[in-house]
């Protein structure tokens, strides 16, 4: 059993074999895929949103972004070679082990 001092967060990471690993500060060259994604948003999301509707409130705003968003990690493919036009949430949980398989072959000198 986890230990209790632990957030939920590390627990799911530690039952999956996840490994937790963070981007040095002020360096976005080392958070490219995260900066990526932002900009995405910023460019097929809200810049659109905000030319079709004026909202009125947070939570309208919040609920059409979850929808973009569910789009974004279900059905769009992604070019990142990672994901290898796999979508998001695919890779997310079922390509763990194909990204296992790649680090295996850097290793080995496979590639």
């Excluded at 900066?35 to 460019?43: A, G, W």
């Excluded at 999301?45 to 939570?59: C, I, P, T």
Aim: glycine share 8%.
């Amino acid at each position: 059993m986890g230990a209790l001092h632990k957030h939920p967060y590390e627990l799911y990471q530690e039952l999956n074999e996840i490994e937790h690993t963070k981007t040095k500060a002020k360096r976005p060259q080392t958070n490219g895929i995260c900066e990526r994604v932002h900009q995405t948003i910023l460019n097929e999301f809200y810049r659109v949103a905000f030319r079709k509707k004026v909202y009125s409130d947070l939570e309208t705003l919040r609920l059409d972004l979850d929808e973009y968003m569910n789009g974004y990690n279900r059905t769009r493919t992604q070019q990142e070679e990672a994901l290898s036009g796999a979508d998001p949430n695919g890779d997310l949980f079922g390509g763990k082990e194909v990204l296992r398989g790649k680090e295996s072959q850097k290793t080995s000198g496979l590639t």
